[in-house]
């Protein structure tokens, strides 16, 4: 199933974002609703917040009186933490719940207001941020929930800050406008990435990319972007597959600052030997990233001719939104090696850096009218030989070593 993580700030439109996503047929997990439902009268959850917090925090019906609660703990992280240590798992283990629940090919959303103060974007396939400017936001509340404005920007410090969600967000809403134009963001989204990603996600197959190359200038949100995946693999590898996993590293054009290139992440991913790799296929494929069947090998290069140096696993993201690569090596192949030390010669050669961006502009230039970048991928081999030999001289010179991911 595709497992969607939606969050934004008060007062951004979060809540008509969940509700237009549940009529488009996904299964809706509110956070609120269910911290609601885990404190009800005879839960556990209720009981021990009596607990800790005394009678005084029930009403005549024997109810939480949130504001009662809501007044101890503002202003205290402390009981805060407290607060949220006792609803928090309880909450989780709810939510938990209704997601085994739902179909394999289900898109589930789970709407949690407070996704990126808790660290709880690597959980999911994708993370939708809801945003307004705080300007927006602040009217919103003064205007349609009748707080005063020091009681509004009290609420805003609270949470994180627009940056900070922005910096988790795979997907972002704008909803500086009307509803009507919101809505109509929901639906471009639910048919053009979410609808295809569950589907190619439960078929196993990678995300379509037709057209020829198509190259952009260095974009500053590559390199986050490639944080933010290598997180979410890692989580997803993080059960029962410790041993086999040594390193993954941002590779390609895109880790090059500076260097024009396709919009395509290149991540490696390097394990112990190909039969560790095999055994993380299923673990890749439920995180989003099928394997790619036929493509388990690199072109060998002069210095290390052997074709078994250069074997490798290759896989893809399903989403339609985001192209990933991701190679899947051994720790000490030439194919590992070659493409750390490609990359770090790169970032520390301009005139590298700059004699491969000409090349990449030609044949981009020339395979513009393919129906894929397959034509263009493979004119560039004959360059990655050639650079083989000033790459190595870089390497003497600079005392480059590839690293050990020694545990």
Known sequence: MLKIGLTGGIASGKSVVASRLRERGAVLVDADALAREVVEPGTEGLDRIVAEFGRDVLDAAGRLDRPKLGALVFGSPERLAVLNGIVHPLVRARAAGIVAAAADDSVVVQDIPLLVETGQGSDFHLVVVVDAPDGTRLQRMLEHRGMTEESARSRMAAQATREERMAAADVV???????????????????????????????????????????????????????????????????????????????????????????????????????????????????????????????????????????????????????????????????????????????????????????????????????????????????????????????????????????
């Open 173 to 407: 809403l704008d909803n500086s406008g009307s509803i009507t134009d919101l809505v109509g963001h929901v639906d471009r989204l639910w048919e053009e990435r979410l609808a295809p990603f569950a589907r190619n996600l439960s078929a196993g197959v990678r995300a379509g990319r037709p057209g020829g190359p198509e190259l952009l200038p260095s974009q500053p949100a590559w390199p986050r972007d490639a944080r933010r995946l290598m997180d979410r693999i890692t989580k997803a590898l993080a059960a029962g597959h410790q041993d086999a996993v040594l390193g993954l590293d941002h590779i390609g054009s895109t880790s090059v600052p500076g260097l024009d290139a396709k919009d395509v992440i290149d991540l490696q991913l390097a394990v112990r030997d190909l039969e560790a790799a095999d055994a993380l296929a299923p673990a890749l494929a439920a995180a989003g990233f099928p394997a790619v069947p036929g493509n388990t090998a690199d072109t060998p290069k002069p210095a290390h001719p052997r074709p078994e140096d250069w074997q490798k696993r290759f896989h893809a993201n399903a989403d339609p939104g985001r192209a990933v690569n991701l190679h899947v090596r051994a720790a000490g192949s030439a194919g590992w090696r070659f493409a750390l030390c490609f990359r770090d010669w790169l970032r520390a050669d301009p005139e590298a850096a700059a004699e491969y961006l000409a090349l990449k502009h030609r044949l981009a230039a020339a395979h513009a009218g393919d129906g894929s970048t397959d034509g263009y991928a493979a004119a560039k081999e004959d360059w990655f030989t050639a650079a083989e030999e000033p790459l190595e001289r870089w390497v003497e010179r600079s005392g480059w070593h590839p690293p050990s991911y020694a545990s």
